[in-house]
Structures are given as C-alpha cells and as structure tokens.
C-alpha cells in the first residue's frame, strides 16, 4: 500500500465520490467547517474540501421537529398516567389491588432491568401502624415479599414488642424493585416509585407511618435530607397523617446498641396510639 506524503493535487472521480458522501454526512450531522492538523497527511486538501462543501447540493428543508418541553426533574420522573389516574372506590384491599394493577410488571426506571420480583407491600389493609423501609434486598426480592430476611425477622420481633402481628400492620418500601448491591435508591428511582406509595398510604389511611431509616424518611418527609437523629423522638404531620422516624432493622444488626433507642420510638408510636406494651408472661 502506497503511504502518501501530502495531499495530491487531483483527485479520481471515486474519491471525490467519497469525499462528496462524507461532506454530506458530516453536514448532516451540522458539521460544515473542516480542518486539517498540522503534520497530517491527507489525500483531500483542505481547498478541495471547502470547494466541495461550497458546490455541495443544497439541503431538502426538513419540516421543523416537534420537540417536547423540558420537564422539570422532580415531575419528569413521575409518570405521566399517575396524575390522570381517577381514584378508586371500594375497600382499602380493593384499592390496593387496583395500584398493583395499575403498577402491573412496572418498566418505568432502570430497577427494572436488575430486579427479580416487584416487592409491592404486605400486611392489613386497614392498619393503623404502616411501616415504610428503603427498598428490597436479596431475600425479598427472591420472594416478592418485603421484609422477610434477616432484618425482616427483627422487624416482626419489634412489631411484637408492640403487642401487635405482622398481620396488623402494612408494610412497603420507598422503592418496590430491589437497587443492585443493595446500594441506596437513585432521587429519580424512588421519584417514580413514590406516586404509588403514596397511593397505598392513603388506601390504608394508617394513624401512623414509621419511617425505618434516613432513606424513607427523606422521601416521606419531602426530600429534605435531615440527620435521622433530629428527626427522631417527635411526631411529625405527614401525608395525611402522623408519622414517626426509627431505625431501620438492617442498621440495629449491625449496631444492636442502638436497639433500645429504637424501642424509644416505637413506645412513643404507642403511646400517640393510646397503646399499652403486651404484658410480660410471668416468670
């Protein structure tokens, strides 16, 4: 193969074939200045390039896009059918069952491609205790079922201590689909997952939500991310409703001294309830 040393003076009419595809390619593209770098080697001079571009045919005027307005980020993750949605009437269970259809075998951001089963809820559809966590793990994405690992089983343990079963409580995540690695849920993940929360809180219409962990509580407190220890140990008005910030389980495994703080929260649900503690059995 022939190594040319500069451009050539002519060139063959295959080449100014070539060269006339790329201009046009190029120009398609919006690019129509070229240049050359100093040093390179290049069969079309830079003459002949701007002289092709200016005898290039002109273009076909194309009708104008029809673009979509920018969407603002905090709507754009909110699908659109969520706003059009006309309220359901009938039992909290019926109501439960028409967000899980309407959510059906959800596509709606990049869970999905990862996910193994859509953790929808579970639990009494009349609760007044609705616990809200941060998103599935491996367990619960294997069953479908939310919370029934390990932190899962703490969790039944502390609904226990209240006097209650996990049959008399609601329970869901922020985000229905379980985040790889069990990383923390990307702002537009848990955006477009949160209409149907929202939906399920107010079928249940719970007296109070509890917040298992900073994760729930920034999104069910309107996003502002708080130290989880300034929002605990009061009662805050939230979707309708009250809600109290705790712990999440996972965290009390790994650090089980802090088992006794979240006792504290979960008395002070109980005793915004009117709840006595279960009476221990005699020894």
């Not at 079309?44 to 273009?59: H, I």
């Not at 029934?148 to 502390?158: D, E, I």
């Not at 910030?245 to 996972?250: M, R």
Request: proline content about 10%; glycine content about 8%; overall charge neutral.
């Amino acid at each position: 193969m022939t190594e040319l040393s500069g451009p050539p003076r002519t060139l063959n009419p295959e080449q100014k074939k070539q060269l006339a595809a790329w201009v046009g390619y190029y120009r398609d593209l919006g690019v129509y200045d070229f240049y050359r770098r100093e040093g390179e080697a290049s069969w079309a001079s830079a003459d002949y390039v701007a002289e092709t571009v200016a005898n290039f045919p002109p273009e076909q005027e194309l009708p104008p896009r029809k673009l979509k307005p920018p969407l603002e980020p905090e709507i754009a993750a909110i699908p659109e059918t969520i706003a059009h949605i006309t309220p359901p009437t009938g039992t909290a269970a019926d109501i439960l069952h028409s967000i899980r259809e309407d959510l059906g075998d959800c596509m709606r951001c990049p869970l999905c491609e990862t996910r193994n089963k859509i953790v929808f809820g579970d639990g009494d559809a009349n609760a007044q205790v609705f616990f809200v966590g941060e998103g599935p793990g491996a367990d619960e994405d294997a069953q479908g079922i939310p919370f029934v690992g390990r932190a899962g089983q703490l969790l039944n343990n502390m609904i226990g201590a209240m006097g209650l079963r996990r049959d008399q409580v609601y329970i869901a995540n922020i985000v229905k689909c379980r985040p790889p690695q069990n990383r923390v849920p990307e702002p537009i993940e848990a955006n477009t997952c949160s209409p149907f929360l929202l939906r399920q809180i107010a079928a249940v219409k719970p007296r109070m939500l509890v917040a298992l962990g900073a994760t729930a509580a920034t999104y069910l407190m309107g996003g502002t991310k708080r130290a989880l220890n300034s929002l605990r140990g009061q009662v805050h008005a939230a979707h309708g409703t009250n809600l109290v910030v705790t712990y999440h389980p996972a965290y009390l495994l790994r650090d089980p001294r802090q088992k006794a703080e979240a006792w504290k929260d979960l008395q002070l649900v109980m005793q915004h309830l009117g709840m006595n503690p279960p009476a221990r059995p005699a020894s």
